[in-house]
């Protein structure tokens, strides 16, 4: 769960996971922020941060959806930083042992 000080922190291109929509490996879904975080000053508990996901589908982050989403870093799924060491390690699973 993203906090409301958390999304107020996000920046452009930032990337955040899905709760709910996962991808077809069981991962959580990644989202891009694809633009300024827009907050109000008379109401400091509001914020608004637009969201992409994939080629063509665009939302908003809000203070109403906000448990929906969470921070790589509190994923609770294996996400490794690059795709060369998910393959890698991908590789060295399905890589059986042949030495003798």
């Known amino acids: 769960m993203i906090t409301l000080t958390q999304a107020k922190s996000l920046s452009y291109r930032q990337i955040i996971h899905g709760n709910i929509t996962k991808n077809a490996d069981g991962t959580c879904a990644r989202y891009r922020v694809n633009g300024l975080v827009?907050?109000?000053?008379r109401n400091p508990s509001r914020v608004l941060v637009p969201l992409k996901h994939g080629l063509y589908d665009c939302g908003r982050l809000t203070e109403h959806n906000l448990h929906l989403f969470?921070?790589?870093?509190?994923?609770p799924h294996d996400h490794p930083a690059d795709p060369?060491?998910?393959?890698?390690?991908?590789?060295?699973?399905?890589?059986p042992n042949t030495r003798t």
Do not use: R
Request: net charge positive; proline share 5%; charged share 15%.
């Open 38 to 41: 827009h907050t109000w000053k």
């Open 70 to 75: 969470h921070l790589p870093a509190d994923c």
């Open 84 to 95: 060369v060491a998910k393959t890698l390690q991908l590789s060295l699973i399905l890589t």
